[in-house]
């Protein structure tokens, strides 16, 4: 792969609106991943195997609870620290994100919200750490855009809970050491529990031939009458608004990580632009390639503009579930059609894993779809604006 020379477009002065905190979590992120991951992940996804040696590294940048507070081993960051990280680190690859993306809003955030004190202390400094790896268990095989219907189960045996039920497509499974499971109880109502890897009758076997996300590991989580002890639920919050309260912790995420994929794309295909020489000059003296560079960098940083303002209102505890629904489905949509302009501007080479783009383009296929479907959100911003549900 190619020396990562990348430079991060800031069009509109961005940097002006962050603090210096800001820009030194940012920072020090955007080194590490140019050291840490740009040298090493093209090998990975093209061997699809997710590269454990970094998680230390991802814990030291903040990448594993950026948001939670620091007497639990957060790095008690706001929800731009937290954004700008996300960014950084899918600016490298869009599944190391996702593992950290699951390890903090998907784990870290359920347990710190809805778990006891106990469990804040028994889970939440492992976790920031990278000593324990987590995964959050919600899709299953025939529930996945209606998580409410899930049919995983658990039943009360007096000094424990008996879970039973499968999950699918769960990032990180193969080698969590905890899973944040989402199931009914008797009377059909959802709860969280954290089941441990070493529990009878739990296993997490992983799901091959991805062509997307392949530095990450997926899995399936089956439950076969697995004991889990009555102090693993989560005892704080129940129903599917709590499963949901976690995936808008993770989109926003994804809002800002959707950005990085999208300026490593953009920024590659313009240093390509004005070196490749064809007909006598650079293809970026022509005005076809200009068009879609100069729609890149338009679109970038709008996306930049409305994630910046999310972060706000959610610093100030005010954005909306649909809010966090437009910024996804908008920032990540952005992403992928940069990705297959910038693709079309590297002609052949932009294929090969000489180049980013391509596998960003993969990626960003599994980022469209995980978190909510880009047609569910659509439905989430259409039923904000017109009161009536048209999913269901
Ligand atoms: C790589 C990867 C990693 C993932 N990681 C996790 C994880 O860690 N944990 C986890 O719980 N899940 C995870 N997921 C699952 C992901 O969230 C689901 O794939 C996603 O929610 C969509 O569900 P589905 O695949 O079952 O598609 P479906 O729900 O079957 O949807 C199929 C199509 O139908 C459309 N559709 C569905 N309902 C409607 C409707 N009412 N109106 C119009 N169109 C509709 C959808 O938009 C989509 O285009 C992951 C998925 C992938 C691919």
Redesign the pocket.
Request: hydrophobic fraction near 35%; include cysteine; proline fraction near 3%.
């Given at each position: 792969m190619k020396p990562d020379l990348f430079q991060a477009p800031d069009y509109y002065n961005l940097d002006e609106l962050l603090t210096d905190e800001h820009k030194m979590v940012r920072d020090a992120a955007r080194e590490w991943v140019k050291r840490e991951v740009s040298p090493i992940i093209e090998d990975y996804a093209q061997k699809a195997e997710f590269p454990k040696q970094i998680i230390k590294g991802l814990a030291d940048i903040g990448a594993f609870g950026p948001y939670i507070p620091e007497q639990y081993g957060g790095a008690g960051l706001d929800q731009i620290s937290y954004g700008l990280i996300m960014q950084e680190i899918e600016r490298g690859d869009s599944g190391v994100r996702?593992t950290a993306s699951?390890q903090s809003s998907?784990v870290m955030y359920p347990i710190w919200k809805y778990g006891s004190e106990e469990q804040r202390v028994k889970y939440l400094p492992k976790l920031a750490s990278g000593e324990f790896m987590g995964?959050?268990?919600?899709?299953e095989p025939d529930?996945?855009?209606?998580?409410g219907g899930m049919i995983t189960n658990f039943k009360d045996k007096g000094d424990h809970y008996l879970l039973n039920g499968a999950?699918?497509?769960?990032?990180?499974?193969p080698f969590a050491d905890i899973a944040v499971v989402w199931a009914k109880d008797e009377s059909g109502r959802i709860h969280g529990l954290i089941v441990e890897r070493g529990m009878e009758g739990f296993t997490t076997p992983e799901t091959h031939n991805?062509w997307?996300?392949r530095a990450?590991a997926?899995g399936e989580l089956i439950f076969d009458n697995v004991k889990v002890p009555k102090e693993n639920l989560l005892p704080n919050k129940s129903g599917l608004g709590a499963p949901l309260g976690c995936l808008d912790s993770a989109r926003y995420g994804i809002a800002w990580g959707a950005i990085g994929a999208a300026m490593d794309c953009y920024d590659t295909a313009l240093r390509y632009s004005k070196e490749r020489i064809q007909f006598d000059k650079p293809i970026g003296a022509t005005q076809l390639q200009q068009k879609k560079l100069a729609e890149m960098i338009t679109e970038i940083t709008k996306a930049q503009l409305l994630t910046w303002r999310l972060g706000v209102l959610r610093n100030e505890g005010k954005a909306t579930t649909a809010q966090i629904s437009m910024a996804k489905r908008n920032n990540v949509d952005m992403a992928l059609t940069i990705a297959r302009d910038a693709r079309q501007m590297l002609g052949g080479m932009g294929i090969t894993g000489e180049y980013s783009i391509m596998r960003h383009m993969m990626n960003l296929e599994?980022v469209v779809?995980?978190?909510?479907?880009?047609?569910?959100h659509l439905?989430i911003t259409g039923m904000d604006v017109t009161g009536f549900a048209?999913?269901?």
């Open positions: 996702s699951v998907l995964c959050f268990g919600l899709t529930h996945g855009s209606n998580p999950k699918m497509w769960i990032s990180n499974a991805k997307s996300l990450s997926t599994s779809t995980y978190e909510g479907t880009h047609d569910i439905l048209a999913f269901k």
